[in-house]
């Protein structure tokens, strides 16, 4: 089965960091582009960051620019997303989501798989 696992998530102070992971299971994330996508209670769910198959294009939202950033660990199957310098509007379930021969988009209809999300709460 091809499954999609989010960790990291948590409750952390403004200005502080986390850590998100991506661990793919059922599937080699070397054949596929992976996403980051947040979504807060009312609003639309908003794509963050995405890398593509082979890890030598990335993306990231213009909200996120210069304070997260993706990677990937082949070895471990698993994508991370390293966020930093927090802000309140962060502040979303994250989810990441798989999608099979693409390059890197932050469109979320464009995705195959998707895991179930990690609260992230940033809050003083």
């Known amino acids: 089965q091809f499954q999609l696992a989010e960790s990291g998530g948590g409750l952390v102070q403004p200005g502080g960091s986390l850590r998100l992971s991506c661990a793919a299971s059922?599937?080699?994330?070397?054949?596929?582009?992976i996403g980051w996508f947040r979504q807060a209670p009312g609003k639309e769910r908003e794509g963050v960051s995405c890398?593509?198959?082979?890890?030598?294009?990335?993306n990231y939202a213009d909200s996120v620019w210069g304070r997260f950033s993706i990677s990937k660990d082949n070895a471990k199957n698993t994508v991370y997303l390293q966020m930093n310098s927090l802000k309140p509007e962060d502040t979303a379930i994250y989810y990441c989501a798989a999608m099979g021969y693409g390059g890197c988009t932050l469109a979320a209809a464009i995705y195959d798989y998707w895991g179930q999300g990690t609260q992230v709460t940033v809050s003083s």
């Open positions: 059922g599937f080699t994330l070397e054949h596929y582009a």
């Open positions: 890398v593509n198959y082979s890890g030598s294009r990335t």
